[in-house]
T-cell receptor, first 115, second 112 residues
Framework: GAGVSQSPSNKVTEKGKDVELRCDPISGHTALYWYRQSLGQGLEFLIYFQGNSAPDKSGLPSDRFSAERTGGSVSTLTIQRTQQEDSAVYLC?????????????FGDGTRLSIL | AQTVTQSQPEMSVQEAETVTLSCTYDTSESDYYLFWYKQPPSRQMILVIRQEAYKQQNATENRFSVNFQKAAKSFSLKISDSQLGDAAMYFCAYRSGNDMRFGAGTRLTVKP
């Protein structure tokens, strides 16, 4: 079946603009994760959705970052008033449920470049 | 804070040879899971192998195996009979509940 789909694959925008990144998880997966991958760095956890529970937002770096997950499926990560340090690849992943032992299935990511 | 450390930013191996990638982690939990993910140039992360902390037996998936040393908090990945398609970034990951952490990665080059 289809994997995790992210759009756009690349986004270039000017500093100060808002951006929206989209993630469409694997059908039936209740858990959804957002990560940020900066050049030469590992993955930095941003936010985690599990079913109808309140999301774990502990990884969001500032109040400029927010995420929603509508209807338990598609998620949107929004970055307001973008800064140059926001430039990174933003990866989304999903898993069947939120248990620790389950592997995460990743999308191809969105490469965000802030000019 | 729980951290995951990959001390080798880059590694190189000759095709058909064996290579070991290192990973150490810090945790106060007794129940957790460890993973190795592969990220080829196409960017999509793929699970390579998974280890449950409560299992003493090292996980194996075909040419990939781990050396899990719980007391030492070490979780290395061994790739046997390396192939050109193994060239990628490899990330070690830790998870316990909502605590998910990844190492900075090791770039593996496979020489023909």
């Amino acid at each position: 079946g289809a994997g995790v789909s992210q759009s756009p694959s690349n986004k270039v925008t000017e500093k100060g603009k808002d951006v929206e990144l989209r993630c469409d998880p694997i059908s039936g997966h209740t858990a959804l994760y957002w990560y940020r991958q900066s050049l030469g760095q590992g993955l930095e956890f941003l936010i985690y959705f599990q079913g109808n529970s309140a999301p774990d937002k502990s990884g969001l770096p500032s109040d400029r970052f927010s995420a929603e997950r509508t209807g338990g499926s598609v998620s949107t990560l929004t970055i307001q008033r973008t800064q140059q340090e926001d430039s990174a690849v933003y990866l989304c992943a999903s898993s069947k449920q939120g248990y620790s032992n389950q592997p995460q299935h990743f999308g191809d990511g969105t490469r965000l470049s802030i000019l | 804070a729980q951290t995951v450390t990959q001390s080798q930013p880059e590694m190189s191996v000759q095709e058909a040879e064996t290579v070991t990638l290192s990973c150490t982690y810090d945790t106060s939990e007794s129940d957790y899971y460890l993973f190795w993910y592969k990220q080829p140039p196409s960017r999509q992360m793929i699970l390579v192998i998974r280890q449950e902390a409560y299992k003493q037996q090292n996980a194996t998936e075909n040419r990939f195996s781990v050396n899990f040393q719980k007391a030492a908090k070490s979780f290395s990945l061994k790739i046997s009979d390396s192939q050109l398609g193994d060239a990628a970034m490899y990330f070690c990951a830790y998870r316990s509940g909502n605590d998910m952490r990844f190492g900075a990665g090791t770039r593996l080059t496979v020489k023909p």
